[in-house]
């Protein structure tokens, strides 16, 4: 899927993609282009991590505990990783938590986790393993993926204090990053485990696989911290860790986030042109950074376009855009997405907005009123919110704002269709059905 690198924005550079290894060249190694990339966050031996990517002779592993049923962007950079280390030679390995899933990590949260049923764990797996398909190549032995449940789930707790134990000290523990958050709200037993079984992880994996590099978000150092030195007590052997910069905006705040949430790469929970809009519409101090980490482009041409201003950064928006589009959901779906969203913002055209469909038990005296048309089909998140966006004359309904706050419109003109817009880039084809 990343073969075909057809955008009309995007320079023949990046032609040379099509190439099933990925060649760099002699003034750029690997390591070096992950660097300038930004990807790099900390590193536990950046001569022997480095050697080890460049020469193609990394197997390395990568953690997705299944909490949802479906990866979403906060996974995507941890994907593209893989994929780029993977097309250098180097073989992944995709690590499911079916074990760890069921205990749940505490980095980065603030509150305890919600605890999953088993049923509920497996069919996210199964959700997870053909997503995957999609970046990894797991043909002829050119990675691995396996499932942590099948150690985790079977283990028994006094072996396993007996086997592990001792290698771990409460003090140490304590210190970890990954708990600091959770000392004033508490933090569970249950989870306090969690750093154990991913060092666990690593262990066996180290053992069964020969995997000699753990890659990470840069929330679980400690966690693989603990992985490493498990491996140099047990077998008096070395191994790597390496974390990967946490995809933040210019704020500091987690990218990947709309009013509705995550944002999916399951077409079926964030469409397309949904997903498409949504790096379309990031700020402009973020555009080039999220090109450098998570695109495929060659580095020459995007520092060529760091030095763009101004409008060209809507061009760079729209490269960023389509090209993620495409590694998610294919060049077809990506060609849509860019067209609709052209003809959305340049015609008006309501048929390629996303819909939001309502019922009868909607209307309120055989009508809606426009507040109420912004909460259902969510375009503003309450009542109060959609008051000022109206007062404001940040609303239109095809093409023509609406001050009124009180507007009332039909069955009828519910039932034909109608684009809402709250602000320049929150739209919606409202219909009644």
């Not at 040379?16 to 536990?44: D, N």
């Not at 593209?80 to 499911?96: E, H, V």
């Not at 990894?136 to 150690?151: L, R, T, Y």
């Not at 995997?211 to 929330?219: A, H, M, Q, T």
Request: hydrophobic letters at 40%; a neutral charge; proline letters at 3%.
């Amino acid at each position: 899927m990343f073969e075909n690198l057809s955008n009309p924005l995007v320079t023949k550079q990046a032609r040379h993609l099509r190439a099933p290894r990925l060649q760099y060249g002699k003034k750029m190694t690997l390591y070096e282009e992950l660097k300038e990339r930004g990807l790099i966050a900390q590193i536990t031996d950046e001569k022997t991590v480095a050697d080890l990517i460049n020469s193609g002779k990394a197997t390395f592993y990568i953690g997705f505990d299944p909490t949802a049923d479906s990866l979403h962007v906060g996974h995507f950079m941890a994907l593209c990783l893989m994929k780029r280390l993977q097309m250098a030679g180097n073989k992944p390995i995709a690590l499911l938590g079916g074990g760890t899933g069921m205990i749940g990590d505490p980095s980065g949260k603030n509150d305890m986790r919600k605890v999953l049923t088993v049923e509920t764990i497996d069919h996210n797996i199964e959700c997870f393993k053909k997503q995957m398909s999609r970046f990894i190549d797991f043909s002829d032995g050119k990675a691995i993926m396996v499932n942590n449940a099948d150690w985790i789930r079977n283990l028994n707790y006094i072996e396993l204090l007996r086997e592990v134990g001792p290698h771990f000290t409460v003090n140490r523990m304590l210190t970890a990053e990954c708990f600091k958050q959770r000392w004033e709200k508490g933090l569970t037993f249950l989870e306090f485990n969690y750093m154990i079984m991913q060092a666990y992880d690593f262990y066996k994996l180290y053992t069964e696989y020969g995997c000699n590099l753990e890659f990470g978000g840069d929330d679980q150092w400690s966690n693989m911290l603990a992985g490493t030195e498990l491996i140099r007590r047990k077998l008096g052997k070395d191994a790597s860790a390496m974390t990967i910069t946490l995809l933040l905006n210019s704020e500091g705040k987690k990218m990947g986030k709309t009013e509705k949430g995550a944002v999916w790469l399951d077409p079926e929970k964030t469409t397309p042109f949904e997903f498409y809009q949504y790096w379309r519409n990031i700020g402009d101090a973020d555009v080039i950074k999220c090109i450098k980490m998570l695109t495929f482009l060659p580095m020459e041409q995007i520092r060529e376009m760091e030095t763009w201003e101004g409008s060209k950064l809507n061009e760079a928006k729209e490269i960023l855009a389509y090209e993620l589009t495409k590694l998610v959901h294919g060049e077809d779906e990506a060609v849509k997405a860019q067209n609709d969203a052209r003809a959305l913002f340049g015609a008006g055209a309501a048929e390629s907005a996303p819909e939001a469909p309502l019922s009868e038990a909607d209307l309120e005296n055989g009508g809606l009123d426009i507040i109420s048309i912004l909460v259902k089909s969510g375009l503003a998140p309450t009542r109060g919110e959609a008051r000022r966006n109206v007062e404001q004359g940040g609303v239109s309904v095809d093409g023509e704002k609406v001050t009124d706050i009180k507007k009332v419109f039909s069955a009828d003109a519910l039932k034909a269709g109608m684009l809402v817009k709250r602000g320049k880039k929150n739209f919606k084809r409202v219909i009644l059905k």
